[in-house]
């Protein structure tokens, strides 16, 4: 570009071969004497700069926000005269962000200077010959321009560039579903659920009052900063199988357009990979960890008993080998809660915290305490207001003359809104409202008729008559009329 490249190449291969036979037979303060003079000597003869933006810095975890505006400026720049470019396919297929392939080079125009950016990367020594692992590559964008322009492109060519970055960002942003598999990074697909607070079955005031609740969170910037608090929230959703824990995670991610960070604790190895993943999540995330009571040995008194008990049996040396290894090689209760509200947490902001689990007792009561979880959502079977949401939704049914029946029966009986949603679908063209109404309450009879024969059982195998048994569900019943779905939020 400013040179001719077999003059520099030729001059380059002299200079360090002249420099190789001085390090070898002269001392090393005269080398110092000299590497600066042949440095003072290229900047007089070459009068460009170049500036260096590297996707992660030194040993940081998080990528560079720099990195990320200047790869998206030079999305809009880079398709002329770049000839290998990256393509990703933004939502709905209306768009496309072209960015630079690894050595490519894009030349700007700003205010009458010139500025080459060339997109590179180091590649570790051992990597390049033996290793697959990406992640080891270090990249970076390279500025070079005329060393007269240093100031104006400091001052205001870069701020120039970060800006339009960011503006970038705002318009082209899209829901990602992140995950960690086996690695301390994450991978993302784009993230398109369908879920919606609209779709989601729940009684209505409960509905509102979470909908309330994260949209006054995400309002709240001030109010965090002012009380000295991080700006994050932990919900936690639990409930039996199929009541719609995960579809509610997809609704709030499209209410506030979020990310999901679909944290597997399986593959976590210890607690610092775990800081790890946690500063790598970006702020307007949800950050999820499913099943948590399932996650490895994070529930409550009894596993710990468990394992006391077991290690009474080995011998005080073998233990505290054990325990040497284990020393900070494993992921505790302790590292969890310390990631989630100690002072890594503050590291990123706007970020909802959601645990689910089908066993809330199980989990250890530091977990969940209020302020580390601030909000308790129980997930329930199916009501008659939530049965209501699914009608409209799965067959624009309003009202309906089997809907008091349905309103009795599920009273009387446990069905999750998965299994409603079920009856609710058309399997066939020929299959209606009627028809789907209809097989609703004969599923909804046939788990009644198995609750009542359970009870039966049971009762007659404690000794109880099975007329009794039936008296007494009665009775249960009558005085019940549980509808589900209790929120015991704060
Ligand atoms: N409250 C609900 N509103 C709307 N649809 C629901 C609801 N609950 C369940 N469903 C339907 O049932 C399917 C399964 O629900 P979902 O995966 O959200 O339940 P879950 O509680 O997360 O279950 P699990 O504990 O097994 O992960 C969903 O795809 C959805 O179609």
């Known amino acids: 570009m400013m040179w001719d490249m077999t003059q520099i190449g030729s001059m380059m291969a002299s200079v360090m071969f002249v420099w190789a036979i001085f390090q070898q037979y002269f001392p090393e303060e005269l080398g110092m004497h000299i590497k600066q003079y042949f440095r003072k000597l290229l900047s007089f003869v070459n009068p460009y700069i170049t500036i260096n933006f590297h996707e992660y810095q030194g040993d940081e975890y998080e990528r560079s926000k720099a990195y990320s505006s200047i790869e998206r400026y030079l999305s809009t720049n880079s398709s002329n005269g770049v000839k290998r470019l990256k393509a990703n396919v933004l939502k709905n297929r209306k768009s496309i962000f072209l960015s630079m392939e690894d050595y490519e080079e894009v030349i700007d125009e700003f205010q009458g200077m010139t500025i080459w950016w060339t997109s590179s990367k180091i590649v570790p020594q051992r990597q390049a010959l033996f290793s697959y692992n990406d992640g080891e590559e270090k990249r970076y964008y390279k500025l070079t321009c005329h060393r007269k322009h240093k100031d104006a492109i400091t001052n205001v060519y870069v701020p120039h560039v970060l800006d339009e970055g960011d503006a970038i960002a705002k318009k082209t942003r899209q829901q990602k579903l992140y995950t960690n598999g086996r690695k301390t990074s994450w991978s993302h697909i784009l993230f398109e659920h369908p879920s919606t607070f609209d779709t989601l079955a729940m009684h209505p005031d409960k509905k509102k009052d979470i909908m309330n609740d994260l949209m006054t969170f995400i309002e709240s910037k001030e109010y965090y900063k002012k009380v000295g608090k991080a700006w994050k929230r932990g919900y936690l959703l639990y409930g039996p199988p199929g009541t719609g824990k995960s579809s509610m995670i997809a609704a709030m991610a499209n209410l506030l357009n979020y990310h999901i960070y679909d944290l597997e604790f399986t593959s976590v190895k210890d607690n610092t990979d775990l800081r790890k993943l946690l500063i790598g999540t970006s702020s307007k995330s949800i950050i999820v960890i499913e099943d948590i009571d399932c996650s490895l040995d994070l529930t409550g008194q009894r596993k710990k008993k468990k394992r006391e008990n077991n290690e009474e049996e080995e011998n005080p040396v073998q233990k505290k080998e ?4 284990k020393k900070g090689k494993e992921m505790t209760l302790s590292g969890l809660l310390n990631s989630i509200d100690g002072l890594w947490s503050a590291c990123g902001s706007e970020r909802l915290i959601v645990f689910t689990t089908n066993h ?25 207001e939530t049965f209501k949401v699914l009608a409209k939704n799965y067959l624009d ?3 309906h003359d089997l809907f008091s029946t349905i309103s009795c029966l599920l009273e009387e009986t446990n069905i999750t809104p998965a299994d409603v949603a079920e009856n609710l679908m058309r399997k066939s063209a020929e299959e209606n409202a009627d028809s789907c109404l209809k097989e609703l309450v004969k599923a909804l009879e046939s788990a009644k008729e198995k609750t009542m024969m359970k009870v039966v059982e049971e009762s007659t195998s404690d ?9 007494q569900m009665e009775d249960t019943d009558a005085e019940s009329g549980d509808s589900g779905d209790e929120d015991s939020s704060d």
């Open 397 to 399: 049914v309003e009202s």
């Open 463 to 471: 000794g109880i008559s099975s007329d009794s048994a039936y008296e």
């Open 360 to 384: 809330v007792e199980k989990l250890d009561p530091a977990l969940i305490r209020r302020g580390r979880m601030d909000k308790h959502i129980e997930l329930s079977y199916c009501c008659f």
């Open 322 to 325: 054990k325990e040497k290894k």
